[in-house]
């Protein structure tokens, strides 16, 4: 059973920067996609980037250019760094994995993905 972990949320300023790491446990780097998502109360969980086994990312529109999604295999962590936030990125964020090898459904197919991180807040304010 893949297992997932995250930390690094916390509060920022609008137009700060957050790291969120995701520690990844049983699980083969080569063939599975990993991803993020976020959810505010009330909403349904949005996806916000993937990244593939051979590195190939995917964002979600509302953060392309501001969120970057990268892996360190060697370590089992994925990482998501925020930049120049927004009070609308307030979350709480999720890393996610499913086995496959090419992601082929992008950022909007994370909320699909088998198995889930418990969450970490993510706090903008002005």
């Known amino acids: 059973q893949v297992q997932l972990s995250e930390s690094g949320g916390g509060s920022a300023h609008t137009g700060g920067s957050l790291r969120l790491s995701c520690r990844v446990s049983?699980?083969?780097?080569?063939?599975?996609?990993l991803g993020w998502a976020r959810q505010v109360p009330g909403n349904d969980r949005e996806g916000v980037g993937i990244?593939?086994?051979?590195?190939?990312?995917n964002y979600a529109d509302s953060v392309e250019g501001r969120f970057t999604i990268s892996r360190d295999n060697a370590k089992r962590t994925l990482y998501l760094q925020m930049t120049n936030l927004e009070p609308e990125d307030t979350a709480m964020y999720f890393c996610?994995?499913?086995?496959?090898?090419?992601?082929?459904?992008?950022?909007?197919?994370?909320?699909?993905?088998?198995?889930w991180g418990q969450g970490t807040q993510v706090t903008v304010g002005s």
């Open positions: 990244i593939a086994p051979d590195g190939v990312t």
């Open positions: 996610a994995a499913k086995p496959g090898m090419y992601c082929n459904s992008g950022a909007r197919g994370v909320p699909q993905y088998n198995f």
């Open positions: 049983r699980y083969n780097p080569n063939s599975y996609c």
